[in-house]
């Protein structure tokens, strides 16, 4: 069965850059969510969206933006980046705007180094 | 106090044993729990979720919940070394996203 897809998979930036991570959902997913971990912590919310429209945010940083697309995939742009951004940065799926009994499925993840 | 709170281990148990996960939470209005598993470096697997109080079984793996002590946990029957990971119990928010306990780690020895 087709998984949620990310891209790139490992991203080495310098202080101060940029970066863009991608992630297209499973098919027939409306809903997207990031979620950032940490070396040795479990994965933080960042933000969601459902059918292209912001539907939840958490403790994600002004530096960073994300939106979702009219394919559904979703872009997480991380601009200024700190050492502290280095990490895992997943993005999971579900359907129908990830109500109480709907399961998230997650990508591979993005890992992120920050030098 | 963290919403969602594990028992970090790590919890070693001997092959063909059962492995018990525990995981309790704070918010009395969650309604859906989920178990994941993730090895080093990897992405969180989904492995059972459960929404009524009580057990659901499925192969190896038995789901328990009780919503009145605000309890989830996690069994895992005739433990085999490849089960040897990090488990992360998440509880699904109202506004949609997932609220992770710390993750317990597990290591099944032969």
């Known amino acids: 069965a087709a998984g949620v897809i990310q891209s790139p998979r490992h991203l080495i930036k310098e202080k101060r850059e940029t970066a863009t991570l991608k992630c297209y959902p499973i098919?027939?997913?409306?809903?997207v969510y990031w979620y950032q971990q940490g070396p040795g912590q479990d994965p933080q919310f960042l933000i969601s969206?459902?059918?292209?429209?912001?539907?939840d945010k958490g403790s994600i940083p002004d530096r960073f933006s994300a939106q979702q697309f009219s394919d559904y995939h979703s872009e997480l742009n991380m601009s200024s980046l700190e050492l502290g951004d280095s990490a895992l940065y997943f993005c999971?799926?579900?359907?129908?705007?990830?109500?109480?009994?709907?399961?998230?499925?997650f990508g591979p993840g993005t890992r992120l180094t920050v030098l | 106090q963290k919403e969602v709170e594990q028992n970090s281990g790590p919890l070693s148990v001997p092959e063909g044993a059962i492995a018990s996960l525990n995981c309790t939470y704070s918010?009395?209005?969650?309604?859906?729990f989920f178990w994941y598993r993730q090895y080093s470096g990897k992405s969180p697997e989904l492995i059972m979720f459960i929404y009524s109080n009580g057990d659901k079984e499925d192969g190896r793996f038995t789901a328990q919940l009780n919503k009145a002590s605000q309890y989830v946990s996690l069994l895992i029957r005739d433990s085999q070394p490849s089960d040897s990971a990090t488990y992360l119990c998440?509880?699904?928010?109202?506004?949609?996203?997932?609220?992770f306990g710390q993750g317990t780690e597990l290591s099944v020895k032969p």
């Open positions: 098919p027939r997913h409306d809903t």
């Open positions: 969206f459902y059918e292209k429209m912001q539907s």
């Open positions: 998440a509880v699904h928010n109202q506004g949609g996203k997932l609220i």
């Open positions: 999971a799926s579900s359907l129908s705007g990830g109500g109480s009994y709907n399961e998230q499925f």
């Open positions: 918010d009395r209005g969650s309604q859906s």
